[in-house]
């Protein structure tokens, strides 16, 4: 075509056949948005499928907790997590959003429990150390309700006691709860065999009760006789053996404990759960046999009540019997003066047991009972117990000098006459004596020995001056004495020496005087075999 020639106009060119392919079948390349599209909606299917319920728990504070990654456990197995966490609008508490697993539905019952595990020291030890390193966790305790709910409170403390224990619990019943707190250790033969699971101020105001919880199979060894105490401290005893001093063990010197046992070791029937028992003070008054019925009394005295306090012992010759529980003053305006009531409580039976008397025994109502041994002398004295402290104590015994005193027994409560104490009557007298010692003239008895003392040294020097001169006068006299003496003393010794001519003249005297002692023997042997030669003389020898 040469460069002239116009070029053809669209309607000149030919048009293409467009021909249609009848396929029906759809292209490979959308089969892949459509699995994707099968498998997300199986896995969102799946999810609904194990997606538990959704539960809210409040807590004071979101210490440890983290939205997103903070487990709640059950027995150490995760049954959800914590999704958000969101401040009251109070600002009282947070609000912690929780996410629990298909198989976790049976922890929305309206008593499940819900706390935070971290690391905590108390009365129950060190619990929580694996939360160093894996950080704080809710911990779960399954309920047992059939109700259900979503809006829990979470616990401030882990319970000490979880559903899935072995054992059983029982109630006590205390004064106040002294140095026991939840935790706190429960001790049988000196072996930890439970704790102290709650305890809550009675309603009237007067008491506690105690819950406490004994593992299995230890909670077979609680009988209906069994004593419970308090192990707490330190039971320190001094004896005429020596001081004795026993404890549980170390962590109730610090933390208090309860311990139990029977007397004699006789339990008898196992107790059954939630039994109510009495918590004693001690190991003594625990096993100490009922006390029965109690008598008040009124005491009067008149002199100082100092070192007597409320809860001091009334005893009857060293068995304690009762203790005191008041104490005043009050003015007699008949007598016009002041007296010291004294109001006490007395168990008469603790007499009567270790008398060996029974009540029903007796032919005496109580009320002759004391009559007669008022009349026997019966009195009530304040006595120290402690010289150190400083401790009274009231002693009942009998004074039978004391004087003459009635009893009115339609009187409530009975008044029981009292004596003085010997220690007031000694403090009489040392203040009588001081009184005759403050009447000694001291001081002119000074005046006299101060004078006395003079005369005394001036005959001390007397003496002196005299001693002075018979050592210049008399001496050197003495002296020519003692030498003259000694010259006589050589002379006759010198005379009676076994050599002397005095010693030989005296032995030959003594022999003469021997022969004529063995002569007059012969004479006197011869006239009394011859008295008549007395008259005739001494008769011729024949044989002459």
């Known amino acids: 075509m040469s460069a002239d020639t116009p070029p053809p106009t669209p309607d000149a060119l030919p048009r293409p056949a467009v021909t249609r392919r009848r396929n029906w079948l759809p292209s ?39 939205a997103g990654k903070t487990a709640v456990r059950y027995k150490d197995v995760q049954i959800g997590t914590v999704e958000t966490i969101r401040l009251a609008r109070d600002r009282s508490h947070v609000s912690v959003k929780v996410q629990l697993k298909k198989e976790a539905e049976g922890f929305t019952a309206a008593d499940t429990r819900f706390w935070v595990v971290r690391p905590r020291f108390d009365t129950s030890g060190i619990s929580g150390l694996s939360t160093l390193f894996s950080g704080a966790y809710i911990g779960a305790d399954a309920g047992e309700s059939e109700e259900t709910k979503e809006d829990f409170t979470g616990l401030e403390q882990p319970p000490i006691i979880t559903r899935g ?14 140095s026991v707190d939840i935790g706190s250790p429960v001790f049988y033969r000196r072996i930890r065999v439970g704790q102290v699971a709650s305890y809550q101020l009675d309603g009237d105001g007067r008491g506690v009760t105690l819950r406490v919880f004994v593992n299995a199979p230890y909670d077979k060894f609680i009988g209906v006789n069994t004593r419970f105490w308090h192990a707490s401290g330190v039971d320190l005893q001094l004896s005429a053996q020596g001081v ?50 109690s008598r008040h009394m009124l005491l009067y005295f008149n002199q100082s009540l100092r070192g007597l306090t409320p809860g001091a012992a009334v005893d009857f010759r060293g068995i304690v019997i009762g203790e005191v529980k ?60 402690n010289l150190l ?3 009274v104590y009231v002693a009942l015994d009998f004074f039978p000098k004391a004087p003459a005193a009635k009893v009115d027994i339609d009187k409530s409560p009975l008044e029981l006459p009292t004596v003085a104490n010997s220690l007031d009557d000694l403090q009489a007298q040392v203040q009588e004596i001081a009184s005759k010692i403050n009447k000694v ?3 002119q008895i000074g005046q006299d020995a101060r004078t006395a003392m003079a005369s005394l040294d ?16 008399v001496s050197p006299e003495i002296t020519a004495a003692m030498k003259d003496v000694r010259k006589t003393l050589n002379t006759a010794e010198r005379t009676i020496a076994s050599d002397s001519p005095l010693q030989q003249d005296m032995r030959q005297t003594l022999q003469e005087l021997s022969r004529a002692a063995a002569s007059l ?20 020898d024949t044989k002459k």
């Open 458 to 473: 001036k005959t001390l020097k007397s003496a002196e001056q005299l001693a002075r001169n018979l050592n210049n006068d």
């Open 28 to 66: 490979l390349i959308w089969l892949i948005p459509i699995v994707a599209a099968l498998v997300g909606l199986w896995l969102v299917a799946k999810i609904l499928r194990e997606r538990g319920p959704e539960i809210y728990i409040s807590f004071v504070t979101a210490e440890g907790l983290e």
């Open 389 to 391: 402290t400083g401790q």
């Open 165 to 178: 224990a072995q054992g059983r619990q029982f109630v006590l019943r205390s004064k106040d709860v002294g």
């Open 521 to 540: 023997r012969i004479l006197t042997d011869y006239l009394e075999r011859h008295p008549e030669s007395l008259l005739r003389g001494k008769p011729e």
């Open 441 to 443: 003239p001291f001081e």
């Open 326 to 385: 008041s104490i005043g003053v009050e003015f007699d305006s008949e007598h016009r003066e002041f007296r010291m009531p004294v109001f006490v409580e007395i168990y008469p039976e603790r007499l009567r047991r270790r008398a060996h008397e029974k009540q029903e025994d007796s032919r005496w109502t109580p009320e002759q009972r004391i009559r007669w041994l008022v009349n026997k002398g019966l009195r009530a004295q304040l006595r120290t117990g």
């Open 244 to 293: 004795a001093i026993r404890t549980q063990s170390l962590a109730t010197i610090v933390l208090g404990g309860i311990a139990f046992a029977a007397p004699d070791d006789e339990m008898g029937p196992t107790a059954a759960e939630n039994t109510t028992f009495a918590l004693a003070e001690d190991e003594g008054l625990a096993m100490r046999e009922p006390d029965g019925e």
